[in-house]
């Protein structure tokens, strides 16, 4: 979130879209409620009517994969109203800058495609520089080749008719959005958006956030109370885990992982440290060095120096170009290239996509260690239904694991809290927290390292690894500390204090931090993941900042670039729901973005220092698949062609190449009927935990999937009738909930069905189903390789027996 | 002065928190259930389950509409389960003073089927459930542990959305008061049901029937 939790609460406009909030996010609502009760309206676009839907003013049916369209009109109305927010796209937005002539746009292809790589060539779309290397500006916004004329020009072909036959949504339901969220384009009105992964979990994820946030610069709403642009991210600490690393292309505090071109500290550092020469741009991962340089000193303590790169050389680099995600690695597993791994907290063999190629995948491994609380689909893959354990030769070492509530810890929220939590009650037998285990297990084998030396046992001997499991020490090296006494600004540190925040971070190894977003959470004042305190200011209290509460990141900044809730000038669009202010020569409120005086001052600074130029991406030539958002058909589509381009999917979508994936074609007559896959109250994610909680298992006791009477009058089917889904990939048995919540839709002249289906029921939990996920194919975006959960085309029939549910 | 809950269902997101808090608090174990074709499970009231969010949906002019209501016991101000016990059990079902709580006790055991089947009968919002296990009749207690010591009804206490609430009885007709003028504003249907003679105080917006036929008596 760029915003937090409470923060919803100060929005005139909540718009929900990709994301069924009152179901999987329940405390949200808490604040949704309240904006309303202050007047906000609260619109959700989604394919079937939720719980959500059930609290919103307006819900409106979309079909799977149509986002774009969607949205791509709203950018299209807003433009042709003239109701962006004027100064704000001008001054704060890339809007002005004129893009140089290698870009170009033709039938739903940028310049620049390689069809055999099925990638661009990203230079491309390069912006127009001036003699000083800075991009070239019109602030007239009338060159035909600035990023606001480029923008105009290719949402203007996302008219009202070709949106409406592609997305389902009448032209009446579109109107109405597009109204009342384009309202807030007014200076002291605000609309945020609360997303989730039915926005991420497509071919065109990335893009579809963009494109979102596309909208939101337009109207001024990024950095302002009750805006913003907000991914609500789950209880299993989503956030913490992103932040820290969980993900394989970078390292923590968003550090890229070295590739094999970086073979040194130097090489990193240059290819990784971007330069401006514009002062007014505070360009700030100009201070990567710093933080990558305290994360490796962190990592190698004493053994980290100024020759060895402070342990670099000893980091593993991947292959550049070649995509290690997880579909990917179980894609390798299947090919028999690997030979066995741990898997902690995480039940693939359920919650990942295509669930047959990952369980036949689990079946090639040597060895697995599971770090678990209960048994899963993952740990007991071997003995899963239609498989004799004799004939798996995998070694299963399955470890068992506490809950969160019989450990100390922290968990990062979407709000990028970081909120220390208290052990409850001593974990249960034998079971330990997962810390203790990767501590213990890596100090196993570097004993062996150390008495068998190896081929290459520098990085596991040198590494700066603790004697025992500690999460306050943890917490306390995330923050870092002076590793010699050090003077900054005429103050002197000592070797051993807490570092203050990551502005004191050093790139020459007397400083280390484990994470320099979260530099200043446990400084020299403590640990201030433990505060509890509600005190504020009353300007603070007008939009309940609570800057005593917890902590969050970076620097307890409660709305990100909140610089821009500020006219050049320093003074607040929306005064009665102001974030900052310049007040008697200082900032007043939330931390600031930068501590620079107001914008207009000679000493002043764009608002979006993370990027390189300082501006808000209207256009943004970093996704791999274009610099604006274009309209693509999910892999699997119901539609032979959409109204705008002959490109009818991403051309850059991600698949593995193997004989199991498999798609069906376009408007496959054998599966006619859109599914798409969600989360649900009751159960969590997998719902390996939920499954074994039994008055939860009791509330939501057997997978079904949700269809239309419409449909279900097609396939012959009642209410509560078991039924078999089916996909090109797998089978699933269900129970037919016919609904009047789902609808079917109107596209291009033709009814289409849509049925949905939660993920969590799986066979070790015996009578309730099995993987949903046997349905769905591993495509996935090409920008960060998220599969596409979302959609996929199945039919349905009536199941003569069953086997998988207790009738 | 007793107590009473004010059930604004129009805040409601059928969480169900309420429903599995109750059951955790009463330290009850779960039915086994089956999908039916509907969200509403356990498919109703029952010894193990004293709170039940009940699920009712249409299709009215192309616009769904979902209704959710956290049913239990309303521990009315002169409850007609208890008139029905009292002419056969004395002390069967009685009515805590200070909370208003109405409780069934120990003494429910010595109803015989057909007594049970008034006291069950009497009521007008389909509360009373027979425990076959332990031969008492059971329901809502109101937390009535829980308040004697300070601390809110279990159900209300994990409601995120501020759908429960809970408080002395003035002060909970206040709020339900007040929260209905601002609906009627926005939906004219608004009403609270039967406020003068229960304390659980529902606020609905459409006509009650379509949320459960027995939720107004």
Redesign the interface.
């Known amino acids: 979130m760029t915003n937090h939790w409470i923060d919803i609460k100060n929005a005139d406009v909540v718009f929900i879209m990709g994301s069924n909030a009152?179901?999987n996010h329940?405390?949200s609502?808490?604040w949704v409620?309240k904006a309303k009760d202050a007047g906000a309206t609260v619109i959700h676009v989604d394919p079937k009517?939720s719980?959500?839907?059930?609290?919103s003013d307006l819900?409106v049916p979309i079909r799977s994969g149509t986002d774009i369209p969607f949205l791509g009109g709203m950018v299209k109305y807003i433009l042709d109203k003239e109701l962006y927010q004027k100064e704000y796209v001008l001054q704060y937005t890339n809007a002005a800058f004129i893009v140089g002539g290698g870009y170009d746009f033709k039938d739903g292809l940028f310049s620049g495609y390689n069809p055999e790589k099925k990638a661009y060539d990203q230079k491309k779309w390069a912006f127009a520089l001036d003699e000083k290397g800075m991009p070239k500006r019109d602030m007239t916004l009338k060159d035909p080749r600035c990023v606001f004329q480029l923008l105009k020009k290719h949402y203007d072909r996302y008219t009202l008719d070709k949106v409406s036959d592609i997305t389902g949504v009448s032209k009446d339901d579109l109107l109405k959005v597009y109204q009342i969220y384009s309202a807030t384009g007014a200076p002291d009105k605000s609309a945020t958006i609360l997303y989730a992964l039915g926005w991420t979990q497509h071919t065109v994820g990335v893009q579809n956030i963009r494109l979102s946030t596309i909208a939101q610069l337009l109207l001024g709403n990024i950095g302002v109370a009750g805006g913003g642009i907000n991914a609500l991210r789950g209880e299993p600490n989503v956030q913490g885990s992103t932040d820290h690393c969980i993900l394989w292309h970078i390292m923590p505090g968003y550090l890229p992982v070295p590739t094999a071109d970086w073979q040194t500290l130097e090489g990193y550092q240059k290819a990784n440290t971007p330069k401006t020469s514009d002062p007014k741009s505070a360009n700030w991962w100009g201070n990567r060095p710093k933080y990558m340089v305290s994360l490796l000193k962190g990592w190698t303590g004493d053994a980290g120096t100024k020759e060895n790169g402070f342990g670099y050389n000893w980091l593993p680099k991947v292959d550049p170009g070649v995509n290690y995600a997880s579909i990917f690695l179980v894609d390798r597993m299947y090919k028999g290239e690997i030979k066995g791994g741990f898997i902690y907290a995480h039940n693939p063999a359920q919650s990942m996509p295509h669930s047959h190629k990952v369980r036949k995948g689990l079946d090639k491994l040597d060895w697995l260690v599971v770090g678990e609380i209960h048994h899963t689909e993952t740990s007991d893959f071997w003995r899963r239904p239609g498989v004799n354990p004799k004939d798996i030769k995998t070694e299963v070492f399955l470890l068992p694991a506490c809950q969160r509530g019989e450990k100390d810890g922290t968990i990062s929220n979407s709000g990028r809290w970081h909120m220390w939590h208290h052990k409850g009650i001593e974990p249960m037998g034998e079971s330990k927290s997962m810390g203790w285990m990767v501590v213990e297990i890596f100090k196993r084998v570097r004993d062996l390292y150390q008495k068998e030396k190896g081929i290459f046992p520098e990085p596991i001997v040198n590494m700066a690894w603790p004697d025992a499991y500690d999460p306050d020490l943890q917490a306390k090296k995330i923050n870092g500390w002076f590793t010699r006494d050090v003077t900054i600004k005429d103050k002197t540190y000592k070797k051993g204090d807490q570092v203050p925040s990551f502005v004191f971070l050093q790139d020459d190894g007397s400083t280390v931090s484990l994470n320099w977003l979260y530099c200043g959470c446990y400084g020299p004042a403590g640990n201030l993941s433990l505060r509890r305190d509600l005190k504020q200011t009353p300007m603070q209290a007008k939009i309940g900042l609570f800057p005593n509460f917890s902590w969050a990141w970076p620097v307890n900044r409660r709305v990100l670039y909140n610089r821009a809730s500020v006219d050049p000038n320093g003074k607040p669009y929306a005064p009665n729901k102001a974030v900052i202010a310049w007040e008697d020569g200082k900032w007043v409120g939330d931390v600031p973005d930068g501590g620079w005086p107001p914008m207009a001052t000679p000493e002043g600074k764009y608002p979006f220092i993370m990027q390189k130029e300082g501006h808000g991406q209207l256009y943004g030539p970093g996704r791999v698949d274009g610099p604006f958002p274009e309209h693509y058909e999910p892999a699997e589509t119901p539609v032979a062609s959409h109204p705008f381009s002959k490109q009818l999917n991403n051309p850059c979508m991600r698949m593995p190449v193997s004989d199991l994936d498999v798609l069906a074609k376009p408007a496959d007559p054998r599966f006619p009927i859109v599914l798409t896959t969600y989360g649900l109250?009751?159960h969590w994610c997998g719902g390996a935990d939920t499954r074994n909680t039994?008055?939860?298992?009791?509330?939501?006791?057997?997978?079904?999937i949700e269809l239309s009477h419409e449909l279900a009058r097609e396939k012959g089917l009642k209410?509560?009738?078991p039924v078999v889904v089916e996909s090109l990939r797998g089978k699933v048995e269900a129970?037919?909930?016919?609904?009047?919540?789902l609808t079917p839709f109107k596209v291009q002249g033709k009814t289409i069905h849509l049925a949905g289906m939660p993920f969590c029921f799986g066979w070790t939990t015996p009578g309730t189903g099995d993987a949903t996920n046997r349905l769905m194919s591993s495509v996935a975006d090409p920008n960060v390789t998220i599969p596409e959960y979302k959609a996929c085309l199945v039919n349905i029939r009536k199941a003569d027996k069953v086997t998988e549910?207790?009738? | 002065m007793p107590m009473t809950f004010f059930i604004d269902t129009t805040r409601c997101t059928a969480c169900r928190g309420c429903q599995v808090a109750c059951k955790e608090w009463q330290g009850f174990g779960a039915n086994e259930t089956r999908q039916r074709g509907t969200h509403q499970n356990p498919p109703d009231l029952n010894p193990l389950n004293y709170k039940l969010v009940r699920f009712a949906e249409y299709k009215e002019k192309g616009r769904v509409v979902w209704y959710f209501l956290p049913d239990q016991c309303r521990h009315c101000e002169a409850p007609p389960c208890k008139e029905a016990a009292d002419s056969y059990v004395e002390g069967a079902i009685i009515r805590d003073n200070a909370t208003g709580a109405v409780i069934f006790t120990e003494k429910t055991k010595q109803l015989t089927p057909k007594q049970m089947k008034d006291v069950i009968t009497n009521c007008p919002y389909n509360i009373p459930r027979l425990n076959k296990v332990s031969g008492m009749l059971v329901k809502c207690d109101m937390c009535n542990d829980r308040i004697k010591h300070n601390m809110l009804p279990m159900c209300v206490k994990t409601c995120c959305t501020g759908a429960m609430n809970f408080g002395e009885r003035s002060k909970m007709l206040d709020l339900a008061n007040q929260r209905l003028v601002e609906l009627k504003k926005k939906c004219p249907n608004a009403q609270l049901q039967d406020p003068e003679d229960v304390n659980v105080i529902y606020l609905l917006t459409d006509d009650p029937k379509k949320y459960y036929q027995t939720v107004n008596g």
């Open positions: 009152a179901e329940p405390i609502f808490k409620l009517f719980r959500t839907s059930a609290r819900h109250t009751e039994a008055p939860l298992l009791e509330a939501e006791p057997q997978l079904y209410n509560g009738d129970i037919a909930m016919v609904t009047v919540r549910l207790t009738l």
